[in-house]
């Protein structure tokens, strides 16, 4: 059974730090990975998708990688704002679980000014 | 293109009642799905629907729920004889294939 982990559980940084949100899951037959944005009261953004043929995805500030072997993704982002304070979820679609997502618990991020 | 609409976004239902949660794809999405996030808890799979067909319901629970995605309208999903544990935050996905999931806004079920 495929479990997603994702630490910290939450984070404060100030306004322009650069920082890194982790994601770990356990079965590595995966066959996509989602990062998504969840503001309070609200539905999620998707961020990136990563392939399991890829190593990382860029959109912006955001960068996404993905290490199948040790079973781990990151969402790095550059200069924080904040604007970027959200909740942000990894979820992973895996091989033999049909089209289910699986996700984790997510990382509260909170942006000083 | 619109993105995954749901309505309604808030639902208030008294213990016993039934709750019909609707879902509109986004255009061309063939593939629907429903997810549950209940209070300081993560999302969870409910159901994967393809047109008029259930893929798989693994995730719902036996009794009292149901799902359906008809050739014409919208997804439902239905919560019949509710009770306060159903009150969550129901979120529908749709997608073109196995790949990139898009979420609606959720719909919030209160169930005093």
């Known amino acids: 059974k495929q479990e997603v982990t994702q630490i910290p559980a939450a984070l404060s940084v100030p306004e322009g730090e650069n920082l890194v949100l982790n994601c770990s899951f356990t079965?590595?037959?995966?066959?996509?990975l989602q990062w998504f944005r969840q503001d309070p009261g609200k539905g999620l953004t998707s961020l990136l998708l990563?392939?399991?043929?890829?190593r990382e995805q860029t959109s912006g500030r955001l960068n996404a990688s993905l290490d199948k072997s040790s079973g781990r993704s990151t969402l790095y982002i550059a200069a924080s704002q904040p604007g970027d304070s959200a909740t942000y979820l990894c979820?992973?679609?895996?091989?033999?679980?049909?089209?289910?997502?699986?996700f984790g618990e997510g990382t509260q991020l909170t942006v000083n000014p | 293109n619109a993105g995954v609409m749901q309505n309604p976004r808030h639902l208030v239902r008294r213990r016993g009642q039934e709750a019909r949660l609707r879902c509109s794809p986004m255009?061309?999405?063939?593939?629907v799905y429903w997810y549950r996030q209940l209070p300081e808890e993560g999302l969870k799979f409910m159901v994967y629907l393809q047109k008029e067909n259930i893929i798989d319901e693994s995730g719902m629970p036996k009794e009292r729920f149901s799902a359906e995605f008809p050739k014409e309208g919208p997804s439902i999903l239905r919560i019949q004889q509710v009770v306060r544990g159903d009150s969550a935050a129901y979120f529908c996905a749709s997608s073109i294939s196995k790949n990139e999931q898009f979420f609606g806004p959720g719909t919030r079920l209160t169930v005093l």
């Open positions: 255009k061309g999405h063939s593939h």
């Open positions: 990563i392939q399991s043929s890829q």
């Open positions: 079965d590595s037959a995966i066959y996509n």
């Open positions: 979820a992973g679609l895996m091989e033999t679980s049909g089209s289910r997502l699986t």
